[in-house]
């Protein structure tokens, strides 16, 4: 059967509904990656279009409630189709090679733009809607409804009870924001329905659909809906299916003054339904013209009276399915359903056996007003439903094609049988049933099948052909064969002949073998016992040679004579490979009896090569893995492996016997002081012959001890800061050493410098001075590990320079004011410890005799000072000190002396 398809808008619009095309069609569209979000539902009707919807994720739609709801855009898409080639065998092949959607599309901005549930007075109003279900629904959104399951969480019970409605109410999901009606199409038009959720863009989603009376359109196949197992009106709610499609499997055969068109129910229970309802089919022309036919089943007087007259068997047959009383005697719910899914089976035989039978079976339609070489397109529905799915359509051209007879017909010969087989691929597009007949004397045929063989295979199986199998009474007599295909019209094919004969393929006894020896260098014997009874077709001996039990045997023999009984064999032996022998009893077919298989030993003192390219890695947990290249010596048994500590050392076998594959996986202890760990690897054959040591493999062993830390010495002051010295680390691996500071009490370290591995001093110069820090160092090894710290040493560094003092002092007596008046000179330090520290000026004075006293503390940064506690007649002495905020003073300034005028 040859579909062809029907370049039309129409029947575009169609396939791309029911997901034929929709691929193609998506794919031209910018943006259009399916990540699908939502499960989106469309149906059209003649007038609407109906949109349903529900989110994947049942939290998705709690927030898209809460947050805005949806808005629903339409978009209007039109298609250009690209035109059709012509097909090998002359015939037109109208195949819709590219759908692409036009750059310009009119897209409606928004026909909803908040979709949401309605609110809470509308819902009570409106609770008895659907038997009451409108009312749970209130309660779940406004209400305090309380599941019947109290193990159930509020949310897991509201989207259960949504998912509920979606299959049992669904023109309700309209009024909680998941559905809506649109009224504004035209018929025969394509349209995108693009769902947006407000709240959040970016989970957006579409539905395809045409508005075809029957379309439907899905963004997901076989979609299930997963529920908690909440009980909703006494009836249990879990894993409910969404329903799908009816689904109908047709086929066509075009006749140029007729096409006839049959179809079958995927099911029973969809079989018994079209008996019921009858279906519709719909023709499409490539004019754009539909044109509606309405089959249903003969009924009982019809198919009676139609029986008086045929000798339809098969149509008599499948009158006692529509009309016989099938279920007498049946007491049980199972034998009644048994014999229902049998009657289905045997419908679906019938139909396809006969067409009288399918025709009163209303399975089949013959549609006389077509034109020749024209394209149409048949779809098929139940009568009272407006489902269809991709299997309901059946697109033909109206260009008659002879069936040609049955594709690579083959024979293979077996004992007393001759198996046929054709093959499934090439043959299976035109037929389904076959007939074989044989001729003995290649002319007289007769059928050697009593009904029309059907040829069928388990699931999983994929066969590449059918095989029949043929039992014969002679052997090596020819036969000739033929085999007709029969197609679901029934039609028959021609005839493909052949011919074939059955051979004997039962072999004598076999011998019993004795083992094999080497009697020289280059000379076996083989012998053994006589077979007893030997068959009348026994015609004598031949000794083989393997070098596996398993593997291959090749005669090195000339057919020995049926006495015979031993075997003298020359040949240079090899000593790298093996020497299997047995011996087969031959008969005059050629059918070998062969013993089982004896090993011959080889004088062999041939040792394998030493093994090559040893190489091995130690992982972080100790595994060692050693592999090296795996010898090619025929006879190679296995290998041994050895270990040392040291090269020098004596080599420990490592295996308790023979290894037979090229790797060893060791396991080593780390914390020890040998760094390096050695392997060498020993070859052994079958005859213990063993090879020289490998070359030693040497290893080094993760480090995962880490150093010994340096012994740190007491920090001493300098001038240039903070000298530290220490001893370095006992470890050899040592690479850095760190130094670390922290001031007195603090909890955490800084680094502060860093060393090779042979450093021993460092001076901190950034020390801040009379501040009194901790110290402590750790040592680095090559593999990152670190020593543990030294015990902290405290260190200061201390403030010795010596500031230079104030200098120019005078001091001038005021005889009117009876006052002192000091002057100086101060150049501020600039010592880094002073850095930024405020100071101050204080004056000591004495007079007379006396030692100097502490006069006055000046803040003031002025370089004078005027006395006004002066007694007349006195001889006074100054001098002045600089004090900084740290408590650091300067030298005292040179003295300056003042005489005070007498009074008299």
Known sequence: MIVKRINIILICLLLVVINLSSQEITDTLEDDVRNSEYFIEAVAFEDSINIFWLPLNDEDYIYEFELGGYQLVRTELQLNIIDSTLADDGLYDYLIDTLILENTRKVIPSIADTLQPKDSLWMANNANLEEGFMGVLGELFYGEFDPSNEEVSGLASTINYIKYGYETHPDLMKYIGLGYTDKDIEP????????????????KD??????????????????KVEYEGVEIAATETSNLTLPEADQIASFARAYEDSIVVKWMPSSAELWSKGLESGYKVFKLSTDGSIDTFQVKKWDEDKYRSTADVTSDSVFIAAGMLLYGDYQAGLTT??????????????????????ELAA?????RLVDNDVSKDSLYSYIIQFQDSNLINLEGIEDIQNTYVPLTKPMDFKAQSGEYSIILSIDKETNEEQFTYYNIERADDGVNFKRINNKPILFAEEDGLNLDKYDYSDSVAVLYKPYTYRIQGINSFGEVSPWATLEAQAIDLTPPPAPSLEFPTQIETNRASIKWQAIEDAPEDFSGYVVQEGNKYDGEFVDISPLLPTTQTSYEYERDFDMTRSYYYQVAAVD??????SSFPMYMHIIDSIPPAPPENVKGEILEDGTVIVS????????????????ANDREDEFTQLTDSLSFINLHQDSLALD?????????IEAEDERFNRSEYSEILALTRPDVIPPVAPVLYTPVSIPEGIKLTWDKSASTDVVYNYVYRRVEGADQWETIDSTDAYGVMLIDSTAEYEVIYEYSLRAKDDVDLYSVYTMPLVGRRYFEANLE???????????????????WVYDVSDHPALQGQDYRYVIYRSFDDQPLERLIQRVDKSENFTDNDIEEGRSYKYAIQVLYESGKKSGMSNEAIVQTSDEN
């Open 359 to 363: 025709t009163g079976m209303g399975l």
């Open 188 to 203: 025969y038009k394509f349209y995108r329905y693009e769902l947006v959720p407000l709240f959040y863009k970016g989970n």
């Open 672 to 680: 020890v002081l040998a760094d390096s760990i050695y392997y060498r």
């Open 333 to 354: 719910l199972k034998e009644q359903s048994d014999a229902y899914q049998n009657r289905y089976a045997y419908a679906a035989f019938t139909m396809e056996l006969s």
């Open 628 to 643: 090296w290249d795996h010898g090619d010596e025929p006879d190679l048994a296995g290998y041994r492996v050895y270990f």
């Open 588 to 593: 005059v077919n050629g059918n070998y009896g």
């Open 805 to 823: 003092a104030v200098k120019d002092i005078s001091a001038s007596y005021n005889e009117d004011d009876n006052a002192i008046q000091l002057q």
């Open 206 to 223: 579409y539905v395809d659909i045409a508005n075809f009376p029957f379309a439907q359109g899905r963004n997901l196949e076989n979609y």
